[in-house]
């Protein structure tokens, strides 16, 4: 059986165990295991945002938009590396959810011979809001799953999914469906800042993702996009604001569109949100996405083989070339032994309809927080299968 010492020792060994330091941790008896919903803060981000506002702000004043202007791109450029874009292909600016509604319309716009959008039903609400609510605005058709795509215009798919983890296999998926002649709107929600993803190397032409998670860019931090350079000029988006204008301060009567991914920016961006998530890019990428994706693989395996001594199920694939950044330990009382958990200082999350996740955020997760999460949770299971069938249940789920 592995031990606490065991994971004691895994830790003095990280090579990223260092960069926990980086963070704010008001509370060391809290375990945090939900770093893929939300990053913890890194102290660099309340220095630097103290710096924006008292200086660029109060000091600098309007004259400070000379070094904002191009914070988007900018961002997107620290970014890019990360997820194995170039130079010029990502920019970090609204939520994930208007990126993805802004990028699936313009693949729509390069397919209009074709009236489908698939996406599989399981997927993550606001993608699969985002693609109903077009499909009903434009009279396109939803379709569920991805086995036929030879009248599909775009596909839209999560690299991970959210609740087990899986990951897809970007590259091939994304052959297959360029094959069939449909665009694919990639979603790195739960990749970004975990997984050594290449979107240049598979091919990919579009995605979103966020920055709060993985990326520890705080809570509402930008999402962004990714453009690959070829498919940029040929890209028509449905919301024109202009920031993304050929020549912004002209003040012209009508919209022309920047040739680059400039393009899909809209109105004045957060700068105090952009600078909260580039601290947070910025301390990803000095950690190094190899190594990060390393420990990712490193800590979940860790989890999966104490799920395995605990007695406890998962829906999460033992691959590493196949898992994400996070574990789904599966429990009929999942929905009560979470409060339960964060009751003892153990903060995971709950996911529809059985599914406790065990989030493994490289810089800042240990094997001993793993450790200390799953033995209370098979200690809390326990518990609760010795108890009345309908003792703690909600009524709801009886």
């Known amino acids: 059986m592995t031990s606490r010492i065991d994971a004691i020792a895994l830790d003095r060994a990280d090579p990223l165990a260092s960069f926990r330091d980086e963070f704010l941790v008001t509370d060391p008896a809290v375990i945090y295991l939900d770093g893929n919903s939300l990053g913890m803060t890194p102290a660099r981000t309340v220095t630097r945002i103290h710096e924006v506002v008292t200086g660029e702000w109060a000091s600098g004043l309007i004259g400070s938009w000379d070094r904002w202007l191009d914070m988007p791109q900018r961002v997107g ?13 990502v920019v970090v600016h609204d939520s994930t959810t208007v990126n993805l509604y802004q ?15 698939a996406i599989d039903a399981g997927e993550f609400p606001t993608d699969r809001y985002v693609v109903q609510g077009i ?15 030879g009248d599909v215009a775009v596909v839209v798919r999560s690299v991970v999914d959210y609740r087990t983890a899986a990951v897809v296999d970007v590259a ?26 290449d979107l240049g190397a598979a091919g990919a032409e579009l995605a979103v993702g966020c920055s709060y998670k993985f990326l520890n860019g705080g809570p509402g931090a930008p999402g962004w996009s990714y453009v690959a350079a070829a498919l940029q000029p040929h890209l028509r988006q449905p919301i024109w604001g202009w920031f993304a204008h050929v020549d ?19 109105g004045t961006p957060s700068i105090l949100a952009l600078t909260a998530a580039d601290e947070g890019i910025a301390l990803s990428a ?16 860790f989890a999966l083989r104490l799920c395995d001594e605990l007695g406890l199920a998962t829906s999460t694939p033992r691959d590493p070339a196949r898992r994400g950044g996070h574990v789904a330990v ?69």
């Open 135 to 149: 499909a009903d605005a434009t009279g396109r058709t939803v379709r569920d799953g991805f086995v036929e795509l």
């Open 248 to 266: 912004q301060f002209a003040m012209g009567p009508t919209f022309a569109p920047r040739p680059d991914i400039g393009r899909l920016l809209l």
């Open 77 to 89: 450029d620290r970014l890019a590396p990360l997820i194995g874009a170039a130079p010029g292909e």
């Open 286 to 301: 000095r950690a190094g996405i190899l190594e990060i994706s390393a420990k990712a693989d490193a800590l979940t395996a």
């Open 172 to 197: 091939a998926e994304t052959a297959r469906a360029r094959a069939a002649g449909a665009l694919v709107v990639w979603d790195l929600a739960h990749a970004a800042g975990v997984l050594a993803v």
């Open 330 to 398: 599966v429990h009929d009382d999942a929905r009560t032994l979470v409060p339960a958990l964060a009751a003892r200082c153990v903060i995971t999350d709950f996911r529809e309809p059985d599914v406790i996740r065990i989030g493994c955020s490289p810089l800042t997760t240990r094997f001993t927080d793993v450790y200390d999460g799953l033995v209370l949770i098979a200690q809390l299971a326990a518990d609760s299968s010795s108890s009345p069938a309908d003792a703690g249940t909600d009524p709801a789920q009886r």
């Open 103 to 117: 990028l699936v319309h313009a693949a729509l716009a390069l397919r209009t011979d074709r009236t489908v959008i």
